[in-house]
């Protein structure tokens, strides 16, 4: 069983930069998608950025693009989330997913397209 490790994250000032990574512990295929969600404080877990494992393809939160990028290593198995001109409403915990197939029966953007999931790291933006 893959899993997912989160690593970076922790407090900046609004304006500022910060980057979360997340390490697979074993090998995607070429149909997998790794994505991040954030779960801010009462509110529900929602949809940041998707990558697509073999070509790098993107798709972002309408609240994030232009200000966030997802890339990836696939000789290291990771996948990074670049976030700047960070917002205090940006304040949440990220989580790493990935989906090591994609059947087409949920949008890339649902939370039930992902079969495994990281233990999340906490960002706080602060004014």
């Known amino acids: 069983q893959v899993q997912l490790v989160e690593s970076g994250g922790g407090l900046v000032q609004a304006g500022g930069s910060l980057s979360v990574s997340c390490a697979a512990s074993?090998?995607?295929?070429?149909?997998?998608?790794m994505a991040w969600f954030r779960q801010a404080p009462g509110k529900e877990r929602e949809f940041v950025a998707t990558?697509?494992?073999?070509?790098?393809?993107?798709d972002y939160a309408d609240s994030v693009k232009g200000r966030f990028t997802i890339s990836r290593d696939n000789a290291k198995n990771t996948v990074y989330l670049q976030m700047n001109s960070l917002k205090s409403e940006d304040t949440a915990v990220y989580y790493c997913?990935?989906?090591?197939?994609?059947?087409?029966?949920?949008?890339?953007?649902?939370?039930?397209?992902?079969?495994?999931w990281g233990q999340g790291t906490q960002v706080t933006v602060f004014s």
């Open positions: 997913a990935a989906s090591t197939f994609h059947s087409g029966v949920y949008s890339l953007r649902s939370q039930l397209a992902y079969q495994l």
């Open positions: 074993g090998r995607l295929g070429s149909s997998a998608h």
């Open positions: 990558i697509r494992w073999i070509d790098g393809n993107p």
